[in-house]
């Protein structure tokens, strides 16, 4: 049996459906009172859990054989973040102890943004972690918590990172970032968009190379899952190649939507509504996304699909679920 933190999540459910495939047995840790949609119907064992609780965790690791630990907070806003550090370090080091007890092996998702940022040149494992990291508390903590899984696998955890970059696809329940951004194209939603490119990846191939790490990763090593590089324009071109829809689009100069952003926070804040222009969105569409898997095609057997399907397919679920 394998016990999945964080299985409700976009990346976690559809890693769920990927073991069941499979004929594995399935525990998720889910939050008290936490929606449950996205597993709802699925094979897997729900045992009520926090990994701030550490009674809790030694409790839903009995008789598993491993982790597969994706709980955490994201959180593109700026500034520091407490709540953010406490979830997603502290968390993971209470993960980690209960699987060092237990002596089960790790499976932990990190980021790519977890690594330190470069300008020019190919982003790849031999890039460190970057716990000083000025873009965000969500970066700084995931390099935090990466550096956590790296120590306790010296220490002699059986444990393996992976980074995936932007993550789009089916199976996105909540509405991630970019999933809102693919929604409201493909409902012919009219839409605000700035220049800018990044590397997104599809959820189901991130799947599948957590659980090929979990066979074949090496003992602390990291391995990124990468996809394919798109700019947002390209993006919104595609959803309306594929609907055969037109929607008004409007590109926001970069100086603008920059100055706008400045402010937006407090209003996402407010409204409580997911974020698309924050000085951290606007960075990431600006950075170097030029990011290689070729460690993960070599040692995991990992081959991502083209982003035309993704996005044929994330366009598919979104409108079939309006049905």
């Known amino acids: 049996m394998w016990l999945v933190t964080g299985a409700t999540g976009h990346v976690g459910n559809v890693l769920v459906r990927k073991l069941l495939e499979r004929g594995e047995n399935v525990r998720a840790l889910i939050l008290p009172g936490e929606c449950r949609e996205s597993i709802s119907g699925l094979r897997v064992e729900a045992v009520d859990g926090d990994v701030l609780d550490g009674d809790s965790l030694f409790k839903s690791m009995r008789g598993v054989k491993g982790i597969f630990h994706l709980a955490g907070v ?15 370090v502290d968390g993971t080091k209470n993960v980690l102890r209960a699987a060092m007890e237990n ?5 932990y998702t990190s980021s790519i943004h977890a690594i330190q940022r470069v300008e020019n040149g190919v982003i790849d494992e031999k890039i460190p972690y970057d716990m000083n990291n000025p873009y965000g508390a969500y970066d700084r903590s995931k390099a935090e918590a990466t550096l956590e899984v790296l120590n306790a696998a010296r220490s002699g955890l059986e444990a393996v990172v992976t980074c995936p970059t932007g993550v789009i696809g089916p199976y996105d ?8 951004v693919i929604h409201d194209a493909a409902t012919a939603k009219p839409t605000l968009y700035v220049d800018g490119a990044y590397d997104f990846v599809d959820v189901r191939d991130v799947a599948d190379g957590l659980i090929s790490a979990a066979e074949n990763g090496k003992r602390g090593e990291s391995y990124i899952l990468s996809g394919q590089k ?9 959803v309306r190649e594929i609907t055969g ?20 926070p407090m209003y996402y804040q407010m409204a409580n509504a997911t974020p698309r222009f924050t000085p951290y969105s606007l960075e990431v569409l600006q950075s170097n996304s030029n990011i290689s898997h070729a460690k993960a095609t070599k040692e995991l057997g990992y081959a991502p699909r083209s982003l035309y399907e993704s996005i044929r ?9 309006r049905k």
């Not at 829809?245 to 937006?264: E, G, H, S």
């Not at 397919?313 to 679920?321: G, I, N, Q, S």
């Open 74 to 88: 994201i959180s593109i806003m700026p500034g520091p973040n407490p709540f953010v550090r406490k979830v997603n």
């Open 103 to 107: 002596g089960i092996k790790l499976i």
């Open 173 to 180: 329940f909540r509405g991630s970032m970019m999933g809102a």
């Open 230 to 238: 798109i700019s947002v324009r390209y993006m919104l071109e595609t």
């Open 245 to 264: 829809k037109n929607f008004f689009q409007m590109k926001i100069p970069f100086d603008l939507a920059r100055l706008a952003a400045m402010f937006t």
């Open 313 to 321: 397919d994330t366009v598919k679920w979104f409108l079939e679920r």
